[in-house]
């Protein structure tokens, strides 16, 4: 801390040094010459330095320092404290005194360039001058007539520590007078303890150096060979810390960074680990517009909150700098620097030293990441900060897209992909709200249920993708009917759910029910025909029918039900209608006898593995052919096991059927594993662990065959159990993948908590890529950030070549799709497999023949 801190460059030096420095050359002056009236006019050492000698090894010892970071403060740690105490014993007072102020000049102006800012190098000047009175005076009145070697030995090494905490003290004071921040009898007592403790080592090998220079003149060899020794090995060794906690600080900027899942929040981390990473007194980050001009700037600085503001160093009037930057080149702007320019530009910004590395987006600088003013005198800015700099640029360019990206996957988890309308789970959320509100006297609200009836004939017979258009049109109705009084919800396939606000009776609910009516009633145009929208409501009002968002849900979807059997528009539900529909409970009595008879099948849908071009899995989809009702689609008896309370025996007996067939086929399709989707009920099922681990075993399936398919919405509902039960099937050898990602709860920081091997991108998103570029986009960063993860990835829906090959680009493991082979019953499956395999070959000796 000998050296004044650069800080004072940009503040008030001059006043600072007058009103602290006058006084203490004063005083230093004066008792200089009082000294020099009664000292000894030789030293007391037998031998006897010339001063030049002195005073050049004082010049390399202050030049030669060792860098030590404190916190944030980068703290030099000078060697010149054992030149000054081999001076006390082997240099006489008054040519002790001049070999302090030529030496510490010649440093100071040679070594570190300080004839550029008088006003520091004059302060310096007068700190040495002190050091070198006040630890003469000390030396001279501990050493009593020098007759005791061991006292005058402690007399100089506590002169050299009383002439540190001197200097320390001094630029300690200046501080506090520039910074308006006193610190107070306790504070001054630390900085003279810290810097007098600082000087004892040192000094202690300036006594050892005066004693073998008395013994012999040659001992000064190997004592020099062994300090340099020493100095280069520590200094080394100060190299090789400071890059390991730089890594070490990267890496849990990185983390932070993969910690925050919106842009203000990477934002905010970015600035402030930049500071620390860099020990930097501030960080800013400013964004370009299209034109490559600053527009705005994040700005943070030490012990102050985020500022957000115009540009002020990064301007379009910074010239060259801005240039520069804009041609994605990194600045360091040293305080030292030579080029004139550069010294305009730190001045004009009232900085002392600056790095500035630009920030790219998708190839384009965006913007640019600046720190600026290292903390502590002991060194600025260089090259290998820089670089540091621009790795945190890269990691913030990568977070900013993946911020975007998150807030994408979030929007997407509450939103229905197809419709672009909210989701089940935004509903829940919502009611869950209004529930609360209700308690605090909020108005009553009431949710209906909403079923297309026509929606399955436009299916099959207009196809699927009028169908999407039919459910599309139907979502912008229902959001203009309601708009400003409801919210529309989409549940899936042609199950809408609309939450009216403020509805205080039945009358009022029917009224806005109507208005929906009304809004469905027109035809809509279908690929040249005239479609007709027919629709049956279900009601539930709250609080009245339901206190949780299930309950409204269920009783809701049972008026509904009641509707449609009795052909009504709209059912507001009754307690009564519980039992009230006949034919679902026959569809649920069928559904039961169907599994404990053990009737229904599984049929399998082949999944490829890109880089290997092998069918690897399969996954395992149930199906139900009632003797009644005749083939009754999945998205149909499915639901309907979710609501009666059957889904969790389905669940068992597919996993049965599945793991019982792929142990059968591994004698001809050996390696070829299965996947089973699980039901948020199965996952709160304790028990599961062990039905799995019992099926396996029965069959002699390894667990490793065997992948079991989730939701995070699943997950979320219960976290800490679930989380436990997911290790305990993991444990078993079993795979864990997140089904349908990126349209349920997508967060990839909740994902690196499950024991989770594989995520499957939903269908919805693979099917557009080759019509929607953000569809394209969105697979191509789930890839991306799953390969981070080191999860693999399963395509769903590849219906084509070119929707194949596009995932194949991106890196995608598995893909799964009509374009491979529509799902088939179990028995087919070996057959299928032995001549896909056949026609792999065929085309591998066809490519060697033609190459």
Not at 54 to 77: H, P
Not at 157 to 183: K, R, T
Not at 625 to 654: K, N, Q
């Amino acid at each position: 801390m000998r050296a004044l801190r650069p800080r004072l460059a940009t503040h008030r030096p001059t006043m600072a040094v007058g009103l602290v420095g006058g006084p203490l050359l004063l005083a230093s002056a004066g008792g200089l010459i009082v000294l020099l009236r009664n000292a000894p006019g030789v030293p007391t050492a037998s031998v006897h330095l010339p001063w030049f000698v002195l005073a050049l090894l004082i010049g390399l010892a202050q030049s030669f320092t060792i860098n030590i970071q404190v916190k944030r403060e980068a703290r030099s740690v000078s060697l010149s404290d054992a030149p000054f105490a081999l001076g006390l014993l082997t240099v006489a007072p008054g040519a002790f005194v001049v070999a302090r102020l030529v030496g510490g000049v010649a440093s100071q102006i040679v070594v570190r360039r300080q004839h550029r800012d008088p006003v520091k190098l004059t302060f310096n000047v007068i700190t040495s001058l002190a050091e070198a009175t006040g630890g003469l005076a000390l030396f001279l009145a501990l050493q009593g007539d020098g007759t005791s070697a061991p006292l005058t030995w402690l007399a100089a090494v506590l002169a050299a520590a009383l002439a540190n905490s001197l200097s320390g003290l001094a630029v300690a004071v200046v501080i506090a007078w520039l910074e308006s921040d006193w610190p107070g009898v306790h504070g001054l007592a630390e900085v003279i303890a810290e810097n007098g403790g600082r000087a004892l080592p040192p000094a202690c090998v300036g006594v050892l150096a005066a004693v073998c220079l008395g013994v012999n003149l040659w001992t000064a060899v190997p004592l020099l060979l062994v300090c340099g020794t020493v100095i280069a090995a520590y200094r080394a060794y100060a190299r090789l810390v400071d890059r390991h906690q730089s890594l070490e600080r990267l890496y849990k900027f990185s983390q932070v960074v993969a910690d925050h899942t919106t842009t203000e929040e990477i934002f905010t981390g970015m600035l402030d680990h930049v500071c620390e990473l860099l020990f930097a007194d501030g960080a800013d980050l400013t964004f370009f517009d299209d034109n490559g001009r600053p527009q705005a700037e994040l700005s943070l600085r030490r012990d102050q909150p985020l500022a957000q503001r115009a540009p002020q160093h990064l301007t379009t009037d910074s010239g060259w700098v801005l240039d520069k930057v804009r041609q994605g080149q990194p600045l360091l702007l040293s305080c030292d620097t030579r080029d004139a320019d550069a010294r305009q530009w730190l001045a004009s910004a009232a900085i002392k030293e600056a790095m500035i590395v630009p920030l790219r987006r998708d190839g384009d600088v965006v913007g640019a990441l600046t720190a600026v003013d290292r903390m502590g005198a002991a060194r600025g800015f260089d090259r290998t900060d820089l670089r540091l700099l621009e790795t945190v640029a890269n990691h913030a360019s990568i977070a900013m897209r993946n911020g975007e990206l998150m807030d994408r996957l979030r929007h997407d988890s509450l939103h229905d992909a197809l419709t672009g309308v909210p989701n089940r789970v935004y509903l829940q959320s919502e009611v869950d709200r209004l529930l609360a509100e209700l308690d605090r006297g909020g108005q009553p609200f009431a949710v209906a249920m909403l079923d297309l009836d026509s929606f399955k004939e436009v299916n099959d017979s207009l196809g699927h993708h009028q169908g999407d258009a039919l459910l599309q049109e139907v979502a912008r109705r229902l959001s203009v009917a309601v708009e400003g009084r409801g919210i529309v919800t989409r549940f899936g396939g042609d199950e809408f759910a609309v939450l009216f606000l403020n509805c205080a009776n039945d009358e009022m609910v029917l009224r806005q029910c109507r208005t929906v009516h009304d809004f469905l009633a027109p035809p809509v145009e279908l690929d040249g025909t005239a479609i007709d929208i027919g629709a049956s409501i279900g009601v539930a009002r709250a609080p009245a029918h339901g206190e949780s968002c299930d309950e409204l849900v269920k009783r809701a979807d049972v008026a509904m039900y009641v509707a449609k059997q009795a052909q009504r528009d709209v059912v507001i539900f009754d307690q009564s209608q519980d039992t009230g529909s006949p034919a679902r409970l026959a569809m649920v009595a069928s559904l039961r006898q169907a599994i404990n008879d053990g009737s229904l099948f599984i049929h399998v849908q082949p999944q490829l593995r890109l880089d290997t071009n092998e069918i690897v899995s399969v996954e395992a989809l149930v199906r139900w052919t009632d003797p009644e009702h005749g083939f009754v689609p999945p998205d149909e008896f499915i639901p309907l096991a979710e609501r009666s309370g059957l889904i969790r025996p389905l669940t068992d007996l597919v996993m049965e059927k599945a793991i019982a067939a792929c142990a059968a086929w591994q004698e001809q399709s050996p390696g070829v594993a299965v996947s089973v989707n699980l039901s948020a009920r199965s996952l709160h099922d304790q028990e599961l662990d062990r039905k799995v681990d019992h099926a396996l075993k029965r069959h002699g399936l390894p667990g490793k065959l065997l992948t079991l398919e989730i939701t995070e919405s699943s997950v979320m509902a219960d976290p800490a159990g679930t989380l436990d039960l997911l290790h305990r099937l993991r444990a078993l050898g079993v795979k864990l993948s997140i089904d349908d990602f990126g349209t349920g709860y997508s967060s990839l920081a909740y994902l690196r908590r499950l024991p989770v091997q594989e995520v499957k991108v939903d269908r919805a998103f693979v099917m557009r890529m080759d019509e929607e570029a953000d569809d394209a986009a969105i697979v191509r960063s789930i890839v991306e950030l799953a390969r981070t993860l080191e999860l693999t990835v399963v395509a769903e829906g590849v219906e084509n070549r070119r929707a194949m090959r596009l995932l194949e680009e991106m890196g995608c493991g598995l893909v799964q799709g009509y374009y491979l082979s529509r799902p088939m019953p179990v028995g087919e499956f070996v057959g299928w497999h032995a001549q896909a395999r056949l026609d792999g070959l065929r085309r591998r000796l066809l490519a060697v023949a033609e190459s």
